[in-house]
T-cell receptor, first 116, second 118 residues
Framework: AQKVTQAQTEISVVEKEDVTLDCVYE???????LFWYKQPPSGELVFLIR??????QNEISGRYSWNFQKSTSSFNFTITASQVVDSAVYFC?????????????FGKGTKLTVNP | SAVISQKPSRDICQRGTSLTIQCQVD?????MFWYRQQPGQSLTLIAT?????????ESGFVIDKFPISRPNLTFSTLTVSNMSPEDSSIYLC???????????????FGPGTRLTVL
């Protein structure tokens, strides 16, 4: 099966706390790509990062960082010093190859609430 | 990244009617996708729409219920036909753009259309 599991349904933190969103994936592809998207209350889906399965280097972008570990099939997302504007639903996604085309499989999402 | 717009942004419709959602991109793209997001749920792919060919539907979605048009490389429509309250969802289009990695691209999403069926 090819799927993405985000075990944390909802997380609530106080502003300035660090928070990690977990993502575990399953795939039979040897080459694949992982993504994180943010969906604020307004509803649009905002692309955050794409990671190649061959590149296990951690990525940092401002307060955001991503930890990709193939050994545990995980691609976790950490927000440092969280802010109220970080409140959103965050989706992890996996690209899968079906019928010769690439498709995205999404996890169920983690709703993050950052309280002032 | 591509700039994607959708019309309408939201609508309230009566059971049994149909609604056509438009997706416009500011640049030419090969692949466009339509997703459904039911309340409180994740995204589910409805179909892939390539210009000049029939849309490819995912399991559980049929052309009679969700006809799709893709007349050119910057535009697509999704129609939700004979609507019922179960069709109340956010419908999102996405486009695939080229990234720095070969073969696999990144999908960017439109703002979505919030549909409520009474």
């Amino acid at each position: 099966a090819q799927k993405v599991t985000q075990a944390q349904t909802e997380i609530s933190v106080v502003e300035k706390e660090d928070v990690t969103l977990d993502c575990v994936y399953e795939t039979r592809d040897t080459t694949y790509y992982l993504f994180w998207y943010k969906q604020p209350p307004s509803g649009e889906l905002v692309f955050l990062i794409r990671r190649n399965s061959f590149d296990e280097q951690n990525e940092i972008s401002g307060r955001y960082s991503w930890n990709f570990q193939k050994s545990t099939s995980s691609f976790n997302f950490t927000i440092t010093a969280s802010q109220v504007v970080d409140s959103a639903v965050y989706f992890c996604a996996l690209s899968v190859t079906q019928g010769g085309s690439e498709k995205l499989v999404f996890g169920k999402g983690t709703k993050l609430t950052v309280n002032p | 990244s591509a700039v994607i717009s959708q019309k309408p942004s939201r609508d309230i419709c009566q059971r049994g009617t149909s609604l056509t959602i438009q997706c416009q991109v500011d640049s030419q793209v090969t692949m466009m996708f339509w997703y459904r997001q039911q309340p409180g749920q994740s995204l589910t792919l409805i179909a892939t729409a390539n210009q000049g060919s029939e849309a490819t539907y995912e399991s559980g979605f049929v052309i009679d219920k969700f006809p799709i048009s893709r007349p050119n490389l910057t535009f697509s429509t999704l129609t939700v036909s004979n609507m019922s309250p179960e069709d109340s969802s956010i419908y999102l289009c996405s486009v695939e753009t080229s990234g720095s990695y070969f073969e696999t691209d990144t999908q960017y999403f439109g703002p979505g259309t919030r549909l409520t069926v009474l």
